[in-house]
């Protein structure tokens, strides 16, 4: 079955830009998500790629999708303290579900 | 748009007792919903997906006469974990498909943490 991963941590200053990457076993995903889940709550949708684009950029955020090796990452210009929280990428090799990443808790520090 | 509520929010229960948990779509139709379970610091583990009007799929290893799914109308979906123990404790996520916009997405509700005593 498909196997998505993560780093599990990742520590930025404010204003720098955040990366966090994401790798996945099964190519047949037609579309690939980003999702922000803050403590305690449910999961909110960043941005999703199709399977068929390199990049796509919304505001702040940047998804790039190297589909040959696989990977997907995840950048976020300027990175705030409200940026703080748990990232899940989540492919879809089948469209009736979403398999998720590990998630990558991502602080943000003055 | 795309907005999905779950109650309750918080639930305790003593341990026997079932307990029946609300995932509403407010503003689309959902032809799909999803119910993932979340334990502390891990990933979402989906648990079954729910198609109105007919019954649920459920994940390998999910009891289907534990979590009784039922999703009886387009905008209305609910989860019951019957005779609840300690170790159902955890963060119950729902989640709703619009199939009118791209991308396949899933919205997801605020969750629900139960705590079984």
Redesign the interface.
């Known amino acids: 079955g498909e196997d998505v991963e993560q780093s599990l941590f990742l520590s930025v200053r404010e204003g720098d830009s955040s990366v966090i990457n994401c790798t996945y076993t099964d190519s047949s995903s ?2 690939l ?1 980003w ?1 922000k889940q803050e403590p ?6 960043l941005t ?1 790629i ?1 399977s068929n684009m390199d990049m796509k950029q919304d505001q702040r955020l940047t998804v790039l999708l190297n589909k040959k090796d696989k990977h997907l990452s995840l950048r976020i210009a300027d990175t705030q303290t409200g940026d703080s929280a748990i990232y ?1 990428c989540a492919a ?1 090799p089948d ?9 990558t808790r991502l602080q943000v520090f003055p | 748009g795309a907005v ?1 509520s ?1 109650h309750p929010s918080w639930v305790i229960c003593k341990s026997g007792t079932s307990v029946k948990i609300e995932c509403r779509s407010l503003d689309f139709q959902a032809t ?1 919903m ?1 119910w993932y379970r979340q334990f502390p610091k ?3 583990m ?1 648990m079954a ?1 729910s198609n109105e009007g007919s019954k649920a ?1 459920y994940e390998q290893g999910v009891e289907k006469d534990k979590f009784l799914i039922n999703h009886a109308s387009l905008t209305l979906s609910t989860l019951t974990v019957t005779s609840a123990h300690p170790e159902d404790s955890s963060f119950y ?1 729902c ?1 709703a498909r619009d199939r009118r916009l791209a ?9 629900t ?1 139960l705590l079984v005593l």
């Open positions: 037609t579309y998500y999702y305690g709550a449910g999961l909110q949708l999703y199709f899940f879809t469209t009736d579900k979403l398999i998720f990443g590990t998630g | 999905v779950q799909t999803f891990q990933s979402l989906l997906t799929t996520i989640s991308g396949e997405t899933q919205y997801f509700g605020p969750g943490r």
